[in-house]
């Protein structure tokens, strides 16, 4: 049997890390075999039977060249999931510059340079984010509202976009440029992602420890009406196993660019959510610290999308809002599992 193998960059990460476990469960991917590369040496799922995890620098482009010829051959598919998050790169612009622009065409020009063992093009996944919106927008977001970000993650993320469509239009590559939606409830540790508080005021009061709420100045607070474009991580990994499988004739001529389904929430929709799965004594977990910077960048960020388009793909979403999200992440949670 030929071997699937497949290169996520960022492996380390916990998306990475759950996608790879995915895989391995993957009808359409047998006799899988796993590059996870990051800047910290990732740690194998423990199914895995055939996994290389590599630490590397991936703003350095010959590092890029040799997660391409390793002893498991060319990748027939890439998981371009590194980068530097939203706040991280508003703070540091020239870092993200750095990663989220030109170690993103490092990674592209190294796949020019191979070819795999089915002779296929590699099927190069990016994920990119909703942060690529900005400016006036309308009430729904279609696949045709131009994309106008209004920070340095957001532009770093659509420069990658437009360079993954290029690279595809030469065929270069077989790019899938996935938009991601807020994923909620990120387990974890809290990142550098503006939408972090989005995971955090859930996650943090469920284990018993403080969160930081950075938008309003209390539980009835009118700005705690901020709505965000949200999907499980569970619906997300899955959605991105599901990307892998797409014909490429499926998509549209001109852009493979599509943003996942998801469902639009409102910071006070989440704590009613939290109240109901926790109690009212969740809320006292919560420190209320208003930051103008954030709560200017996420509602930047469009919170109503159409998902006709990704659903007629095959994409899947959510069902019934926050409440079953909350209640599977406390279950997990007493399980140990997070």
């Known amino acids: 049997m030929s071997r699937n193998v497949v290169l996520i960059t960022g492996g380390g990460g916990w998306l990475g890390n759950v996608l790879a476990g995915q895989l391995l469960d993957d009808p359409e991917t047998p006799n899988i075999h796993l590059i996870l590369a990051d800047i910290v040496e990732p740690k194998p799922p423990k199914e895995a039977k055939n996994c290389i995890c590599v630490k590397a620098d991936l703003t350095d482009p010959s590092e890029m060249q040799k997660l391409l010829r390793t002893e498991y051959g060319v990748p027939d598919t890439i998981y371009c999931f590194h980068g530097i998050m939203s706040r991280g790169s508003e703070d540091n612009f020239d870092l ?4 989220n622009i030109d170690s993103i065409r490092y990674l592209l020009d190294a796949c020019r340079n191979v ?12 994920t990119s984010s909703l942060a690529v919106y900005g400016g006036d927008l309308p009430e729904i977001v279609t696949p045709d509202t131009i994309a106008t970000p209004e920070g340095a993650y957001g532009t770093g993320k659509l420069v990658s976009e437009l360079l993954v469509n290029e690279y595809t239009r030469r065929g270069l590559i077989d ?5 991601l939606p807020t994923v909620v409830v990120r387990p974890g540790s809290p990142s550098a992602a503006t939408s972090a508080f989005i995971s955090g005021i859930i996650r943090e009061p469920l284990h018993g420890q403080r969160a930081i709420c950075p938008v309003g100045t209390g539980p009835e607070d009118d700005a705690l009406s901020l709505a965000a474009w949200v999907a499980s991580p569970e619906t997300t990994v899955e959605n991105f196993v599901i990307a892998k499988h797409i014909p490429a004739e499926k998509f549209k001529r001109h852009s493979r660019t599509v943003y996942l389904p998801g469902f639009t ?25 208003d930051d103008p910077t954030n709560r200017r960048i996420v509602s930047s960020w469009p919170a109503k999308f159409d998902n006709t388009y990704p659903t007629s793909l095959g994409f899947i979403v959510d069902e019934g809002g926050m409440l079953p ?6 279950e997990m949670v007493q399980s140990g599992l997070v």
């Not at 790019?175 to 938009?179: A, E, M, T, Y």
Request: proline share 0%; glycine share 8%.
């Open 265 to 289: 929430t409102t910071v006070k929709e989440e704590l009613d959510a939290l109240v109901e799965i926790e109690g009212e004594e969740a809320l006292k977990l919560l420190d209320f610290k």
């Open 115 to 126: 070819t795999t063992s089915s002779g296929d093009l590699i099927r190069f996944i990016f």
């Open 175 to 179: 790019g899938r440029i996935l938009r």
């Open 96 to 99: 993200g510059l750095k990663v």
């Open 325 to 330: 999200i909350v209640k599977r992440f406390k």
